[in-house]
């Protein structure tokens, strides 16, 4: 049986917020109205993160006054699928991207044409 990483939370968000700085800068001055939150457990199995609100590709005119986007990253399910912290580190990284990415209008498929 494998061993769960155990990572408290304030580590975890630490460390969500160390790949959010990894982020060019280019690429975060353009997000807009969204906000990323650490979530223990998911809403349904298998995920690591969501992203839920409306892709700035699709975002028009009637655009105002909404609720931010959210990116829910979650913890241990990251920690539970991770062998060392090293490997949580990385898959954290990985997840803000792919989330980050949702944010910007790219899917899933054109995701892993990119190799995330």
């Not at 699928?81 to 498929?109: M, N």
Request: hydrophobic share 40%; aromatic share 6%.
């Amino acid at each position: 049986m494998a061993t769960v990483i155990e990572v408290p939370r304030e580590k975890f968000e630490e460390l969500v917020s160390e790949a959010l700085d990894m982020i060019p800068p280019d690429l975060t001055r353009l997000m807009d109205n969204v906000v990323v939150v650490v979530v223990d457990d998911p809403p349904e199995p298998n995920l690591l993160g969501l992203y839920t609100g409306v892709p700035l590709t699709e975002r028009g005119g009637w655009y105002s006054a909404v609720l931010p986007d959210r990116i829910e990253i979650y913890r241990n399910p990251i920690c539970q699928i991770c062998e060392t912290e090293d490997d949580v580190v990385e898959e954290v990284q990985i997840t803000v991207v792919h989330e980050i990415a949702h944010h910007f209008g790219i899917d899933d498929a054109r995701l892993h044409e990119l190799g995330w």
